[in-house]
C-alpha cells in the first residue's frame, strides 16, 4: 500500500496530465492546507516578515521571520535570535502549523527570541534563480552538500546582519541537522557563530534506516549511479498534494487510511502521538520539493554506510575533489556546542546511528533518547509543547546568560 501510493504520487507528477481520485470528496475543513507561511503565522496573530537572500551560486532563498510575540509591541531591544531549519521535502510551515501554544516558532517568539525560518533550495519558498529556471535541468543539479555550502551560510551571515548579532541558535529537524553537521564542519568560521545546534531527530549516517529505504537504496543507488550519473530533475512538488487535499483527499475512511500509511511511510514507525485530525494539513505542506539528486546522495549515504559528499564516481570525483573517491564528512572537526534529541522509534535518525555519532562530537553539551518517539513526533507531537519545547527555551535562555 505505501509504496503503491508513493510510485503514484511520482508516476502522476511526472505526466503533463491530471489525475483526480475521489472527485466526490468533500473538501478539506482546514484552511492551513491552503495556505502559506505568512498566512498561517498572520492567522494566528503574529506579525510575520518576508525575507530573501541570493546564495554564492545563484539561487534566491526566502526567509520568514516572527520578529515578536503576539501582541507585543515594537521595542528596539536587541532579542536573541533562533533560526528554525526544515528537513527533506519541507519547508518552513513545519514549525507553524499547530496552535500558538503547541508549535515551535511561536512559542520561542512569545518567550521572547527573535525567530527565522529557513527554506533550502528546492522547495515552494526557495524555487528561483538569477539564471536558471526551474524547468531547466542544470537548476536541480545539486543535493544536501551544495545546501551546507551555499545555502546555511547565505541564510545565516543573512540573518546575523539583519539582526546586528553575533551570533545565533541554529535548531534543525532531520536533514536541517545533516547539513549543519556538514555546513559547521566544513566552515568553522561558520559554526563559531552558532551559540548552541539543536539536532532534532539527528541525522548524520543512515545503518539503522528503515528496510524500505534500505531495500530502495540498494536496488535504486547502483542502477541510477551506472546508468543516470548525471540526470537531474524535481521530485514530488507539492502542489500536487495540495490539490488533492483541497479536494478532501484524506476525508473519508478509505483516503485517510492512504495518508496515514503515507505518513507512516515517511516517519518510519506508526505514530500514536499525532493528531490524526491534522494529518491532512500536515500531507499538504509536505513534498515540497527536492531535487533527484538529493535523494540518490540519501542512497549513496545509505548503500556506503558513511557520510560523504556526493561520489561522482573516480573520474568525476578527481574534477571536482581532486581525488579518486568522494571525501568523508568530519563532523569531529565542528566547533559548535551541539545538543542531540533522538527519537527511541525513529526510522530515520535511528538512535544507533546516532550513538555512533555521539562520541565524534568534540563539543557535544546534551544527548538524549525520548521515548516512544518517531521522526515528526519532533514537529507535530501531540506532546512535544509540554515534553520538550519547554525545554529548548530554557536551555537558551541558560545559553544567553554565559
Known amino acids: 500500500m505505501k509504496w503503491a501510493f508513493l510510485l503514484v504520487l511520482i508516476v502522476v507528477n511526472s505526466s503533463n496530465g491530471g489525475f483526480i481520485p475521489f472527485k466526490r470528496i468533500r473538501p478539506s475543513e482546514s484552511p492551513d492546507v491552503g495556505r502559506n507561511v505568512t498566512q498561517i503565522i498572520a492567522s494566528r496573530g503574529y506579525d510575520c516578515e518576508e525575507h530573501q537572500v541570493t546564495t554564492s551560486?545563484?539561487?534566491?532563498?526566502?526567509?520568514?521571520?516572527?520578529?515578536?510575540?503576539?501582541?507585543?509591541?515594537?521595542?528596539?531591544?536587541?532579542?536573541?535570535?533562533?533560526?528554525?531549519?526544515h528537513g527533506i521535502l519541507a519547508d518552513s510551515t513545519n514549525w507553524v502549523m499547530d496552535s500558538p501554544t503547541e508549535s515551535l516558532a511561536y512559542i520561542l517568539a512569545d518567550k521572547g527570541f527573535d525567530v527565522w525560518l529557513g527554506n533550502i533550495r528546492g522547495n515552494?519558498?526557495?524555487?528561483?534563480?538569477?539564471?536558471?529556471?526551474?524547468?531547466?535541468?542544470?537548476?536541480?543539479?545539486?543535493?544536501?552538500?551544495?545546501?551546507?555550502?551555499?545555502?546555511?551560510?547565505?541564510?545565516?551571515?543573512?540573518?546575523?546582519?539583519?539582526?546586528?548579532?553575533?551570533?545565533?541558535?541554529?535548531?534543525?529537524?532531520?536533514?536541517?541537522?545533516?547539513?549543519?553537521?556538514?555546513?559547521?564542519?566544513?566552515?568553522?568560521?561558520?559554526?563559531?557563530?552558532?551559540?548552541?545546534?539543536?539536532?532534532?531527530?539527528?541525522?548524520?549516517?543512515?545503518?539503522?534506516a528503515t528496510e524500505i529505504a534500505k531495500e530502495g537504496a540498494d536496488i535504486l543507488y547502483p542502477l541510477v549511479k551506472k546508468l543516470f550519473p548525471g540526470?537531474?530533475?524535481?521530485?514530488?512538488?507539492?502542489?500536487?498534494?495540495?490539490?488533492?487535499?483541497?479536494?478532501?483527499?484524506?476525508?473519508?475512511?478509505?483516503?485517510?487510511?492512504?495518508?496515514?500509511?503515507?505518513?507512516?511511510?515517511?516517519?518510519?514507525?506508526?505514530?500514536?502521538?499525532?493528531?490524526?485530525?491534522?494529518?491532512?494539513?500536515?500531507?499538504?505542506h509536505f513534498a515540497e520539493g527536492t531535487s533527484f539528486k538529493d535523494v540518490v546522495h540519501f542512497g549513496q549515504v545509505i548503500v556506503n554506510k558513511k557520510c560523504q559528499k556526493f561520489d561522482y564516481g573516480t573520474a568525476g570525483n578527481k574534477q571536482h575533489y581532486h581525488q579518486a573517491t568522494a571525501p568523508l564528512c568530519h563532523v569531529k572537526d565542528m566547533p559548535t556546542p551541539t545538543l542531540l534529541f533522538v527519537?527511541?522509534?525513529?526510522?530515520?535518525?535511528?538512535?544507533?546511528?546516532?550513538?555512533?555519532?555521539?562520541?565524534?562530537?568534540?563539543?557535544?553539551?546534551?544527548?538524549?533518547?525520548?521515548?516512544?518517539?518517531?521522526?515528526?513526533d519532533f514537529l507535530y507531537g501531540v506532546d512535544a509543547h509540554k515534553l520538550l519545547y519547554p525545554r529548548l527555551v530554557n536551555i537558551m535562555k541558560q545559553f544567553s546568560k554565559r
Not at 136 to 165: C, H, K, R
Not at 233 to 252: E, H, M, Q, T, V
Request: aromatic share 12%.
Open 57 to 85: 551560486d545563484g539561487f534566491i532563498l526566502a526567509m520568514q521571520r516572527i520578529p515578536r510575540g503576539r501582541g507585543e509591541k515594537k521595542s528596539s531591544v536587541a532579542k536573541e535570535v533562533v533560526f528554525l531549519q
Open 124 to 208: 515552494d519558498y526557495s524555487r528561483r534563480h538569477v539564471k536558471y529556471k526551474p524547468s531547466q535541468s542544470v537548476f536541480w543539479n545539486w543535493s544536501w552538500q551544495e545546501m551546507a555550502d551555499y545555502d546555511l551560510p547565505a541564510m545565516i551571515n543573512y540573518v546575523l546582519n539583519v539582526t546586528g548579532q553575533e551570533q545565533l541558535f541554529y535548531v534543525g529537524h532531520s536533514q536541517g541537522t545533516l547539513i549543519a553537521f556538514t555546513g559547521f564542519s566544513d566552515n568553522p568560521a561558520l559554526g563559531n557563530k552558532i551559540k548552541a545546534f539543536i539536532a532534532l531527530a539527528p541525522v548524520y549516517t543512515l545503518n539503522n
Open 231 to 284: 540526470l537531474t530533475f524535481d521530485l514530488l512538488p507539492g502542489d500536487f498534494l495540495r490539490s488533492l487535499i483541497k479536494l478532501g483527499f484524506c476525508a473519508n475512511p478509505i483516503s485517510e487510511k492512504v495518508c496515514y500509511d503515507f505518513m507512516e511511510l515517511v516517519i518510519g514507525m506508526d505514530s500514536k502521538n499525532i493528531d490524526e485530525s491534522r494529518v491532512p494539513v500536515y500531507i499538504a
Open 343 to 376: 527519537g527511541a522509534r525513529d526510522g530515520l535518525g535511528d538512535p544507533g546511528d546516532n550513538e555512533a555519532l555521539k562520541p565524534q562530537i568534540k563539543n557535544l553539551v546534551h544527548y538524549e533518547v525520548i521515548p516512544e518517539w518517531n521522526h515528526l
